[in-house]
């Protein structure tokens, strides 16, 4: 991926397993986000290709990457501050259930529509609620969004993508600006729950926290200057001498 002159991502391949827990570290500016971005159709990649199930992505929206089953949050927030916690989450499976149209002319719609639309309205509401309860939200559903603790937002956002059932869930640093304690206690809620679902669901996991990466993931992914440095089992991938250089600052 290329922006202008500038090579953001470059020569990087590599592959998700299904139910695979991929924890991707590097420092600032090494094409974390960047890469999040292609797989996930918000750029298109310059060159190269994203595939999932031998389905190819790149070139399609990101819309239509959500419904082919890859979830995303973003690195900074995106969420409605002046709606409740219920009606964001709501709102993000709105646009995977019914597709096309407009989130807004599709719910007006449901509300006063027939009784397939309520139903659909109805499991979207419960779908919404039972993500909303796995990341601990339960409590807080009809708190409007500007009044939750950074943490609990954070804690929405990644509802949000958990609620769609995604084939691959893909996080970009869920756990910035929290304290290391919720850090952690996020992460080690977000792995449960992806090792415990039915169906195989795939974690992307981009986050600083080095020790916390090696500890919760099968494989750790290690970006620099664009590049993959290395990719393996979490053990190795801490005893690299690239990545030690990078992370204790050389031998
Ligand atoms: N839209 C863009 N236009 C121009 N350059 C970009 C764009 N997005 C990213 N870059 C550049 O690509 C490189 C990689 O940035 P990226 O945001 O992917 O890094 P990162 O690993 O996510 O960093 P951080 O840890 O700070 O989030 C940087 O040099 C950045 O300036
Ligand atoms: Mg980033």
């Given amino acids: 991926m290329t922006f202008g002159g500038v090579v953001a991502v470059k020569d990087v391949s590599f592959s998700v397993a299904p139910g695979e827990i991929v ?18 159709g918000f750029y298109r990649p310059t060159h190269g290709s994203v595939s999932l199930d031998g389905e190819t992505l790149s070139g399609l929206s990101p819309e239509a990457i ?33 597709g096309g149209r407009s989130l807004t002319q599709r719910w007006l719609a449901d509300m006063f529509a027939t009784p397939a639309a309520r139903r659909r309205a109805a499991a979207a509401r419960d779908a919404a609620e039972l993500a ?38 893909v996080l970009d640093e869920p756990t910035a600006g929290m304290s ?28 600083h926290r080095l020790e916390l990466v090696l500890d919760v993931s099968h494989r750790a992914v290690v970006m620099d200057g664009g590049q993959v440095i290395a990719d393996g089992l979490p053990d190795d991938v ?6 030690r250089s990078i992370y204790v600052g050389g031998e």
């Fill in 23 to 40: 924890g991707v570290i590097g420092p600032n500016g090494s094409g974390k986000s960047t890469l999040i971005n292609v797989m996930t």
């Fill in 238 to 243: 801490a005893r690299d001498p690239h990545v």
């Fill in 180 to 207: 290391v304690d919720e850090a952690d206690e996020l992460i080690r809620m977000v792995t449960a729950l992806v090792e415990s679902d039915g169906e195989p669901m795939s974690l992307f996991l981009v986050e």
């Fill in 132 to 169: 909303l309860a796995q990341v601990g939200l339960q409590d807080k559903l009809d708190q409007t969004v500007s009044a939750l603790s950074y943490a609990d937002q954070k804690r929405l956002e990644l509802a949000r993508a958990i609620a769609l059932r995604p084939k691959v869930l």
């Fill in 66 to 98: 959500r419904r082919a089953g890859i979830a995303r949050t973003f690195q900074n927030l995106r969420l409605v501050q002046e709606m409740s916690v219920r009606e964001n989450a709501v709102a993000g499976l709105y646009l995977q259930i019914t």
